[in-house]
């Protein structure tokens, strides 16, 4: 069975520190891998993706993920968190290539402290 | 802009009563689903079309039920059957149902009185 674990429920970084939030999957079959953005009362926002290829993703606002497979990870980092970052992050895996067998991770709620 | 309007933004349920969330899009595609989303846990499935007439069960149907008459609308019925119904409900939208992009709504907030 595919599963997504994100690790802390919570991180608190202080601004223009990097941010590390963390993500593992099992997956039977070469997954597609996401990050998505939630901001308060809003739905979610693609952040970035992996599917094939290169293994460092490049995504909006800076963020960037690795997939490692050996490691079973696909961490989400950015260099230097700024006040607008502060929102929750899901981490998704999608071992079918449809939509409707998305797995969401439960979310990592980011905080920057000023 | 093209995008998916999901109303109201909160909503309130009595007991024993069905209640209506709406999701529209004019973002032109195909396949639609909805979501619950509770503190603390990732999203959930409940429905999804991939098109007109045609909807499928999630992990989480019981209790739930929706339509789909025209390709732009999506609404999903909160029923009494439903015992637990606080959440926030998500609509989302892909251009079809082999593509993994989904677009979000901005949500409702179900409560019960």
């Known amino acids: 069975a595919q599963s997504v674990t994100q690790l802390g429920s919570h991180v608190s970084v202080s601004e223009g520190a990097l941010v590390l939030l963390r993500c593992n999957y099992s997956?039977?079959?070469?997954?597609?891998l996401f990050w998505y953005v939630q901001y308060p009362n809003q739905g979610l926002q693609l952040l970035l993706k992996?599917?094939?290829?290169?293994?460092l993703v490049k995504g909006i606002n800076g963020f960037e993920a690795e997939f490692k497979k050996s490691e079973t990870s696909f961490h989400l980092t950015k260099p230097s968190a700024h006040m607008s970052d502060a929102a929750e992050y899901f981490c998704?895996?999608?071992?079918?290539?449809?939509?409707?067998?998305?797995?969401f991770g439960s979310g990592t709620r980011l905080s920057i402290r000023p | 802009d093209g995008g998916i309007t999901q109303s109201p933004k909160y909503l309130f349920r009595k007991e024993g009563q069905n209640v209506t969330l709406s999701c529209e899009q004019n973002?032109?595609?195909?396949?639609m689903y909805w979501y619950r989303q509770d503190p603390g846990q990732g999203l959930r499935l409940i429905y999804y079309?991939?098109?007109?007439?045609?909807?499928q069960k999630g992990d989480i149907a019981e209790g739930y039920s929706v339509s789909r008459e025209k390709k732009e609308s999506f609404p999903l019925t909160v029923t009494s059957a439903q015992k637990n119904p606080t959440a926030f409900y998500l609509c989302?939208?892909?251009?079809?149902?082999?593509?993994?992009?989904?677009?979000f709504g901005s949500g409702t907030q179900l409560s019960v009185l």
């Open positions: 989302a939208s892909t251009t079809d149902a082999t593509n993994e992009k989904l677009f």
């Open positions: 973002l032109n595609h195909d396949a």
């Open positions: 992996y599917t094939t290829g290169a293994t």
């Open positions: 997956s039977s079959v070469p997954p597609y």
């Open positions: 998704a895996v999608n071992p079918y290539s449809s939509a409707s067998k998305i797995i």
């Open positions: 079309s991939q098109i007109v007439n045609d909807f």
